[in-house]
């Protein structure tokens, strides 16, 4: 991808990736929904939909710290799937790259975009120039892959929460379970 055309083009590609990752954080809300519901039922959830579906969500995005919902899924993956190499392997794999990940996103959501729109538009978005510790930067080549790398992403968590609940759903319940 060359440079933009015009500034409202690379202010496109911002908004575009930075839409991209709120898919993001819907799949990592479908895995808590499903991971409680497994626990609580002791089986699979089928379709999630349902007042007790909205209200598990409403509970997700009561913080607004990605990582500490990424440690409270870590916590509940730990518990839930620990007899799994593969879950395990990769929800650790997402996990990871999703540290990575988040720290792009905040330079798209939080950062200033950077260069002379008079003379070839904008340059790169970063946090302030003024601050040393934010080094990352983006150019427009960098917001432009950032789009189908959230996608990718989301997807991504997407089929380990209907893995996770396959998972779970298959469990065997142990008959004084069933009793009570």
């Not at 496109?12 to 930075?18: H, N, P, R, T």
């Not at 519901?37 to 379709?47: E, V």
């Not at 729109?117 to 983006?138: C, H, N, P, T, W």
Request: with cysteine; charged share 25%.
């Amino acid at each position: 991808m060359s440079k933009p055309n015009t500034p409202s083009e690379f202010y496109e590609a911002i908004g575009l990736a930075v839409t991209q990752w709120s898919r993001v954080e819907d799949a990592f809300c479908d895995l808590f929904c499903r991971l409680v519901l497994c626990a609580i039922t002791g089986g699979g959830i089928g379709k999630p939909e349902g007042e007790g579906f909205f209200i598990l969500g409403n509970v997700f995005y009561s913080t607004t710290n990605f990582r500490s919902r990424l440690d409270l899924l870590d916590h509940m993956m730990s518990r839930l799937v620990f007899n799994n190499d593969a879950l395990h392997a990769e929800w650790s794999a997402i996990k990871n790259k999703g540290t990575r990940l988040y720290s792009r996103r905040n330079v798209l959501a939080h950062g200033t975009v950077w260069g002379n729109e008079d003379k070839g538009g904008a340059l790169f978005v970063r946090y302030s120039i003024f601050d040393a510790k934010a080094r990352q930067e983006m150019d427009y080549q960098r917001v432009w892959a950032a789009t189908p790398s959230f996608a990718r992403y989301a997807e991504r968590i997407t089929q380990l929460a209907i893995d996770v609940n396959r998972h779970l759903a298959g469990r065997k319940r142990k008959p004084e379970d069933a009793a009570h």
